[in-house]
T-cell receptor
Framework: KNEVEQSPQNLTAQEGEFITINCSYS?????LHWLQQHPGGGIVSLFM???GKKKHGRLIATINIQEKHSSLHITASHPRDSAVYIC???????????FGEGTQLTVNP | NAGVTQTPKFQVLKTGQSMTLQCAQD?????MYWYRQDPGMGLRLIYY???????DKGEVPNGYNVSRLNKREFSLRLESAAPSQTSVYFC????????????FGSGTRLTVV
C-alpha cells in the first residue's frame, strides 16, 4: 500500500464545474503539499499546509490531520486548470517528501 | 527570474554513455534534491543534499552520483546510462528541511537507447 494515495486517478469535468481531488496518507506528517504539473511542463507548488484550510484564487486546500486526509478543490473550473495535481507529504520522521501518483484532470470547454 | 534552473531540457544517450544533469538555484536555499518521475509512479527521490557539503542517498540511488558543488549548484551524474534510467528528472530546492515550500525545476527528459 502506498503511503500517499490520491483519488481519483483521472478526472474529466466540464468547464465551470466544482472539482475535488482527494489525498490520504498513512504516515505522521509535519506538512502536506499540493503541486501542479502541466503537460510537458515543470512542477509548481500550489499549497503547503499543516492544518485547516488555505485559499488562493479559485483553489482551496483543506487538511484533516486526525483523519490523515486532504482535499484540493477547484471552483468554477476552466480548461487551463487541466493538469496533473500531485499530493506530497513531509514526514515527521524523515527529511524527504513522499509523493502520490497524481490525479490527471481534464477540463473540457 | 528567481528559481531552479535545470539543464539540459532534453537528452538522448546511448547505453553506456555518461552525462551530468545540472541544477542551480538562486534563492539561497540550503537543501536540494534530485527526483525521477516515471509513468504510473510518484516522484522518487534519487539523492539529496540537506546543506552545502553534505549528500545522502534517497530511494533509488543506484546508477547515479551527485555533487553539491556549492550552495547554488547540485549536479546529478549518470556514469554508464542504462535504458532503465529513461525518465524525467526534476531538481528541487527548499530553504531547509522542515515546513518550507519547495521550488522545482522544469525537468530534464532523458531517453537512453
Amino acid at each position: 500500500k502506498n503511503e500517499v494515495e490520491q483519488s481519483p486517478q483521472n478526472l474529466t469535468a466540464q468547464e465551470g464545474e466544482f472539482i475535488t481531488i482527494n489525498c490520504s496518507y498513512s504516515v505522521g506528517i509535519s506538512a502536506l503539499h499540493w503541486l501542479q504539473q502541466h503537460p510537458g511542463g515543470g512542477i509548481v507548488s500550489l499549497f503547503m499546509l499543516s492544518s485547516g484550510k488555505k485559499k488562493h484564487g479559485r483553489l482551496i486546500a483543506t487538511i484533516n490531520i486526525q483523519e490523515k486526509h486532504s482535499s484540493l478543490h477547484i471552483t468554477a473550473s476552466h480548461p487551463r486548470d487541466s493538469a496533473v495535481y500531485i499530493c506530497a507529504v513531509q514526514e515527521t520522521s524523515g527529511s524527504r517528501l513522499t509523493f502520490g501518483e497524481g490525479t490527471q484532470l481534464t477540463v473540457n470547454p | 527570474n528567481a528559481g531552479v534552473t535545470q539543464t539540459p531540457k532534453f537528452q538522448v544517450l546511448k547505453t553506456g554513455q555518461s552525462m551530468t544533469l545540472q541544477c542551480a538555484q538562486d534563492m539561497n536555499h540550503n537543501s536540494m534534491y534530485w527526483y525521477r518521475q516515471d509513468p504510473g509512479m510518484g516522484l522518487r527521490l534519487i539523492y539529496y543534499s540537506a546543506s552545502e557539503g553534505t549528500t545522502d542517498k534517497g530511494e533509488v540511488p543506484n546508477g547515479y552520483n551527485v555533487s553539491r558543488l556549492n550552495k547554488r549548484e547540485f549536479s546529478l551524474r549518470l556514469e554508464s546510462a542504462a535504458p532503465s534510467q529513461t525518465s524525467v528528472y526534476f531538481c528541487a530546492s527548499t530553504y531547509q528541511q522542515g515546513n518550507y515550500g519547495y521550488t522545482f525545476g522544469s525537468g530534464t527528459r532523458l531517453t537512453v537507447v
